[in-house]
């Protein structure tokens, strides 16, 4: 049974830090894609980063300078290190994780999702 189980949220004022992890079992975890993925209120779920298996990481703009996605395969962890972060950051955090196939996603999965709040 594959799980992805997300820690590190929870509420800070804008400017501060946060650092998500992200938990895997059930998986080769090396060999797949991980990535961050948000959804705020009233809005639609959106990428904020993604490792792949050999470390290329890819973010969204408004978050490149400020956030960085990290993985360490012997932890079967990946962590995004959030700083100086803005009010428009609040939203929940999902953690995700892909593997493709002859170039076609063979297998997704999503964590439970943290509540990341940036207010004063």
């Known amino acids: 049974q594959v799980q992805l189980v997300e820690s590190g949220g929870g509420l800070v004022q804008p400017g501060g830090s946060l650092r998500l992890s992200c938990a895997a079992s059930g998986i080769i975890f090396s060999t797949y894609t991980m990535g961050w993925y948000r959804q705020g209120p009233g809005k639609q779920r959106e990428l904020v980063a993604s490792?792949?298996?050999?470390?290329?990481?890819n973010y969204a703009e408004s978050v490149k300078g400020r956030f960085t996605i990290a993985r360490d395969n012997a932890k079967n962890t990946v962590y995004l290190q959030m700083n100086s972060l803005k009010p428009e950051d609040t939203a929940v955090y999902y953690c995700?994780?892909?593997?493709?196939?002859?170039?076609?996603?063979?297998?997704?999965?999503w964590g439970q999702g943290t509540q990341v709040t940036v207010s004063s």
């Open positions: 490792i792949s298996s050999d470390g290329s990481t």
């Open positions: 995700n994780a892909k593997r493709w196939y002859r170039s076609i996603l063979a297998y997704n999965y």
